[in-house]
């Protein structure tokens, strides 16, 4: 029964104009970003190596696809949760306030089952969302580009990384990238199950995503405490893939903390969906 | 009528403080349309979405096909069909893959064919791969039924499936209702707060009011009751009422209103009522009758 109730929500995802909207987005936000460094992307460039200038000389293809698609995933990543709340924060509430949640509900299959099939299908959903960015980002970066080694500006200092030691970078990155925007997708959801009209669980989503990214920045003591645990302080830690050495304690710390949100969202939904009344 | 396929037994549940049901208590048997008959807000559709493990009553015990809800949901679900309120499906599919969607997780999947087969039956015929975004009430409806069919349920369950239909489409579920009954033997249960709808299709009823099972039994006992309310309208209310306490010691006065009599006597007695009082010099320019569970209804209703 699972499965066919998932098969039932990616039918119904993929017929739904609204879910096509954020591939488009991407799209188009990728396609300006690419149009623009290849207008003008050395003054982009020079902006950042000018000020090491007096200590390092920069040989070869700087501006190449590697460093495109970092480029694309810094600008991107932080808008893409809105594109996955979109449809995700709508896959309760917006059978609920059409109707349709009771019809599902009179068909021998348990809530569970149901709340289940639809965080697959959720997960799905990101993960197209996720590849299409990569290929957007990685794939047309490098075809326009070409290929060259990865210069990263961190905290620590710039890290210049070889060409061939580049691709494991990024699937490790968008791998944590997902785990991120799946977080944001199992809360849209958790709230959707709260709610009887769409807007509600998206904007309450990224409510959420900007108060803790307000958190997670200010620099105030009371907030030590409780930044590492919150789930946007790790939604950056794709970018950990792309220093040397790798700080794998720092990102297995993210993983389990994401994991961690995953598991409560799901937990929360579940039981708040088999305690519900169908009024609708 | 051994065969209790529902079986509801002090059923409540309140939303916060307002109790939508109280103890509410009524069996449907094999074979029957069962009418749910109450005004608008009396709670039938909360004990419909209880009995769907839609909504989780506060108290009581419901049982179909013999098993308790609560422990056999997925068994009693497999084997019953509804429609709740008005069938609401996704506008932005075709009417066949909302069929394929709901079919899926029957219990009972449909193959193409017998969806195909379903649509024609309900007369959807040539709409099946229109949005059902376009589609008007009645096809709506329709297609609800045909939702409702598809995996051949023992038991249908339909809340309120007449409203907003045109007359003809009123007539048309109608008809399929009494051919769910009579050709398939199908057991169904019908709400709805309009009496004369219960009375032609219906043939056990319990009417609901204010969260409470007033009455339960036969249609044909409760509406065909020997028992009618008569307004006499004559030019002599004082005169009509002696010759009527007279001639019909068990006609019961229960009101008069200038010339105006209210009684209550035996269907068979209205015609002598109207011929004695001719006959002993009283004028009678009106006589209506209405029967006692119509007008209890519609008290019900105006209260």
Same mark, same amino acid.
């Given at each position: 029964m699972f499965l066919k109730s998932t098969y039932n929500e990616f039918v119904k995802i993929a017929a739904k104009p609204r879910s096509y909207?954020?591939?488009?987005?991407?799209?188009?936000?990728?396609?300006?970003?690419?149009?623009?460094?290849?207008?003008?992307?050395?003054?982009?460039?020079?902006?950042?190596?000018?000020?090491?200038?007096?200590?390092?000389?920069?040989?070869?293809?700087?501006?190449?696809?590697?460093?495109?698609?970092?480029?694309?995933?810094?600008?991107?990543?932080?808008?893409?949760?809105?594109?996955?709340?979109?449809?995700?924060?709508?896959?309760?509430?917006?059978?609920?306030?059409?109707?349709?949640?009771?019809?599902?509900?009179?068909?021998?299959?348990?809530?569970?089952?149901?709340?289940?099939?639809?965080?697959?299908?959720?997960?799905?959903?990101?993960?197209?969302?996720?590849?299409?960015?990569?290929?957007?980002?990685?794939?047309?970066?490098?075809?326009?580009?070409?290929?060259?080694?990865?210069?990263?500006?961190?905290?620590?200092?710039?890290?210049?990384?070889?060409?061939?030691?580049?691709?494991?970078?990024?699937?490790?990155?968008?791998?944590?990238?997902?785990?991120?925007?799946?977080?944001?997708?199992?809360?849209?959801?958790?709230?959707?199950?709260?709610?009887?009209?769409?807007?509600?669980?998206?904007?309450?989503?990224?409510?959420?995503?900007?108060?803790?990214?307000?958190?997670g920045t200010l620099d105030v003591k009371i907030f030590d405490n409780v930044r590492p645990f919150l789930f946007t302080t790790h939604m950056i830690s794709w970018r950990s893939f792309f220093e040397d050495p790798l700080p794998m304690k720092e990102i297995w710390k993210s993983i389990i903390v994401l994991l961690v949100h995953n598991v409560a969202f799901i937990s929360i939904a579940i039981y708040a969906f088999n305690k519900k009344d169908i009024t609708s | 009528m051994s065969d209790k396929i529902i079986e509801v037994k002090n059923l409540s549940k309140s939303f916060g403080d307002f109790e939508a049901v109280k103890d509410v208590s009524f069996t449907v048997y094999k074979g029957d349309v069962f009418g749910f008959l109450?005004?608008?807000?009396?709670? $039938?559709?909360?004990?419909?979405?209880?009995?769907?493990?839609?909504?989780?009553?506060?108290?009581?015990?419901?049982?179909?096909?013999?098993?308790?809800?609560?422990?056999?949901?997925?068994?009693?679900?497999?084997?019953?069909?509804?429609?709740?309120? $008005?069938?609401?499906?996704?506008?932005?599919?075709?009417?066949?893959?909302?069929?394929?969607?709901?079919?899926?997780?029957?219990?009972?999947?449909?193959?193409? $064919?017998?969806?195909?087969?379903?649509?024609?039956?309900?007369?959807?015929?040539?709409?099946?791969?229109?949005?059902?975004?376009?589609?008007s009430h009645g096809m709506k409806q329709r297609l609800g039924i045909a939702q409702t069919l598809l995996h051949n349920p023992d038991l249908i369950i339909l809340d309120e499936p007449t409203t907003g239909l045109d007359p003809q489409g009123i007539i048309d579920i109608r008809n399929l209702i009494l051919q769910l009954r009579s050709e398939k033997n199908k057991t169904v249960l019908l709400s709805s707060h309009n009496l004369s709808e219960i009375e032609i299709i219906s043939n056990r009823m319990v009417i609901i009011n204010k969260g409470r099972s007033i009455v339960e039994g036969s249609v044909s006992e409760l509406l065909n009751s020997e028992e009618l309310i008569v307004t006499l309208e004559v030019d002599n209310a004082i005169s009509a009422q002696n010759i009527t306490t007279k001639h019909f010691p068990k006609a019961q006065i229960a009101s008069t209103e200038g010339q105006v009599l209210h009684l209550t006597i035996s269907k068979t007695d209205v015609a002598n009522l109207n011929k004695t009082l001719i006959e002993n010099g009283v004028s009678v320019s009106s006589i209506e009758s209405k029967r006692k569970l119509e007008d209890y209804f519609i008290k019900i209703i105006n209260n």
């Open positions: 909207l954020g591939l488009l987005v991407i799209t188009i936000l990728v396609g300006v970003i690419l149009f623009a460094l290849k207008v003008d992307g050395m003054s982009f460039i020079s902006f950042v190596t000018s000020s090491f200038e007096q200590t390092l000389t920069f040989e070869g293809n700087i501006l190449n696809g590697n460093l495109i698609a970092f480029i694309v995933l810094q600008m991107l990543i932080i808008h893409i949760p809105l594109l996955v709340a979109l449809v995700t924060g709508d896959l309760i509430s917006g059978e609920a306030a059409t109707g349709t949640i009771r019809m599902l509900l009179t068909k021998p299959i348990s809530r569970t089952n149901l709340l289940l099939s639809k965080f697959m299908a959720g997960a799905v959903y990101t993960m197209c969302i996720i590849i299409w960015l990569g290929i957007m980002a990685v794939v047309v970066g490098k075809l326009l580009f070409g290929s060259g080694d990865l210069l990263v500006l961190n905290s620590d200092g710039l890290v210049i990384l070889q060409q061939d030691d580049v691709n494991w970078r990024y699937l490790g990155g968008f791998a944590v990238a997902f785990l991120a925007l799946l977080t944001v997708s199992l809360l849209s959801i958790c709230l959707s199950v709260f709610s009887e009209n769409s807007i509600g669980p998206i904007v309450t989503t990224m409510a959420i995503i900007i108060l803790f990214t307000i958190i | 109450g005004p608008n807000g009396a709670g $039938k559709s909360t004990t419909i979405r209880c009995m769907l493990s839609l909504i989780k009553a506060d108290r009581g015990t419901i049982n179909i096909f013999g098993q308790s809800l609560h422990e056999h949901r997925h068994d009693i679900l497999a084997r019953t069909g509804s429609i709740i309120e $008005k069938p609401d499906f996704y506008k932005y599919l075709s009417a066949l893959t909302n069929l394929e969607i709901f079919s899926r997780i029957s219990g009972k999947p449909s193959t193409k $064919k017998e969806i195909y087969a379903m649509l024609d039956f309900v007369g959807l015929s040539g709409r099946e791969k229109d949005k059902v975004g376009g589609f």
